[in-house]
């Protein structure tokens, strides 16, 4: 081999080692670029996932209310009914022994 020829070839691959460089970097740089992709993209899922969270737990805190309210309404609407079904029965009674005593009145009149 001539030293013309081994200089050539020295270009040569130092042309191709310059090359292979340049895209080992862009590789480099591309995944860099796609780490930080990712990364925004996990912050945006984490924050949505924190934000999604604070809202079930109000709604569970919302439900917990409402189903307490329901309770005490439920025991309320039970003790007025209770009291309204013993307010007939009497006034059911008196009812009938004011009738009883109208009919006794009637049967000793004829």
Same mark, same amino acid.
């Given at each position: ?45 984490? @924050? /949505?996932?924190? %934000? +999604?969270?604070? &809202? *079930?737990?109000?709604? =569970? #805190?919302? !439900? ?7 309770? @005490? /309404?439920?025991? %309320? +609407?039970?003790? &007025? *009914?209770?009291?309204? =079904? #013993?307010? !007939? ?20 009149? =004829?």
């Amino acid at each position: 081999m001539t030293p013309e020829e081994r200089e050539e070839m020295r270009r040569h691959f130092g042309v191709l080692t310059e090359d292979v460089h340049r895209r080992l970097r862009m590789v480099a740089e591309s995944n860099a670029m796609t780490t930080e992709a990712v990364q925004r993209l996990n912050d945006k899922v984490d @924050a /949505f996932h924190d %934000e +999604t969270t604070r &809202n *079930f737990d109000g709604v =569970r #805190a919302q !439900i917990a209310a409402v189903s307490g309210e329901a309770g @005490a /309404f439920r025991v %309320e +609407t039970a003790h &007025n *009914f209770a009291d309204l =079904r #013993a307010e !007939i029965r009497s006034s059911y009674k008196d009812t009938d022994r004011r009738l009883k005593t109208v009919e006794a009145r009637h049967a000793s009149r =004829r």
